[in-house]
């Protein structure tokens, strides 16, 4: 497609959706509802016929060259398919924020002022690979009474056209427009282009992958966006803590997935109880293969390898630990999105807090501690978009927080902050109910 062809099909997406979105804002509860449980039952009904069309795409990114992690975020199995349902019926039961007035207040002029939430109206959607958030963002935007353009990756095309399609069709049988959710059809980059500069058409940008494709969106985009560069998200066991609960958190935080952004990547410990359990991880850690890049402090408790609590099986593991590295100063920043952890011993509480807010990408960190106090503190002073206390990071997202879904994750600070589900996708207006009222 050349140029002059992307920039007609990107107006011609632009206006069908600013179109679709007005009819969308008026659309009842009931519709949108009933077109995200026919999205579900879509889902489940097509199953195996959304194989092919993934298959071709894994195969030609194999062929590529793709790299195994960005490989693994292609698939679309049954299992994830299942959860994109149970996210539409999620989404569905949900109460509808559309309309609703809040912090009404009399004033002594005798108006009433409050503020509606409202649609956004049009948001544009770039992302790589992960086919399945396709239909997390066109459910949130059906959910939320607005219309999307989705632009995935090139890499991706075949899964994303072929769950487009059930999503119009879902709208449709449900009386709504099925512009409301298009798909960009071309892989030209170009149409990225295009997208991010249609203020007319697009009031709001997400880009969702790398932190190259989002720095070159933010840069260079005109209209606002929502975004996050990168996850580099950190675990701190304090002193003191539940050891055992420690070595099962953190060993979900960075193993469970080792390619999402709210995998652990940086494993912070309190000095006071680092010569107990770092053996313990390092012993689960090192049969599982994860390189450990380690500060001094740390590697010489690796190498002391004293005093061990564990079994012969375990006290074998961490002896043939042969992947502990020295730390290097950008190691402190990295998102690996592998099976590789940096880890620090640190003071205390207030070290860990100074060591996140310096070096964290502001995304997702987590305290396992057995102190209210220092539980608190962190909750209050580490800046990030979710904070936690005794539990893995990994649940850092839209599903997992009740949200249905996400359409992404926010580390700005402005209306949308973490997982962005149905509220970050709208808006509050001002309104004001009066009874013949003047100014005097």
Known sequence: ???????????????????????????????????????????????????????????????????????????????????????????????????????????????????????????????????????????????????CILRGGSEAIESNKALAALVQQALESAGLPREAMQLVPTTDRAAVGQLIAMPDFVDVIIPRGGKGLIERISAEAKVPVIKHLDGNCHTYVDDPCDLDMAVKVVDNAKTQKYSPCNATESLLVARGVAARFLPRIGAVLAAKGVELRCDPESAEIFKKNEPLALDGQAQAAIKNVVNVVPAQEQDWYEEYLAPILSIKVVAGVEEAIEHINRYSSHHTDAILTTDHGHAQRFLREVDSASVMVNASTRFADGFEYGLGAEIGISTDKFHARGPVGIEGLTSLKWVVLGGGEVRG
């Open 1 to 147: 497609m050349n140029a002059p062809n992307v920039f007609e099909t990107m107006q011609l997406l632009g206006l069908q959706a600013r179109q679709a979105s007005r009819a969308m804002a008026r659309s009842g509860t009931a519709a949108r509802n009933q077109a995200l449980r026919e999205l579900a039952a879509l889902l489940r009904a097509n199953v195996q016929a959304l194989q092919a069309p993934n298959q071709r795409d894994l195969a030609r990114a194999r062929e590529a060259g793709l790299a195994e992690p960005m490989v693994d975020r292609l698939k679309l199995t049954p299992k994830i398919i299942e959860t994109c349902a149970e996210g539409c019926e999620q989404l569905a039961a949900m109460p509808d924020v559309i309309g609703d007035i809040v912090g009404l207040k009399q004033q002594p002029s005798g108006i009433r002022v409050g503020q509606m939430r409202v649609p956004i109206g049009v948001f544009g959607m770039i992302y790589e690979s992960r086919p399945n958030v396709t239909i997390e963002a066109a459910s949130l935007s059906i959910k939320s009474g607005n219309a």
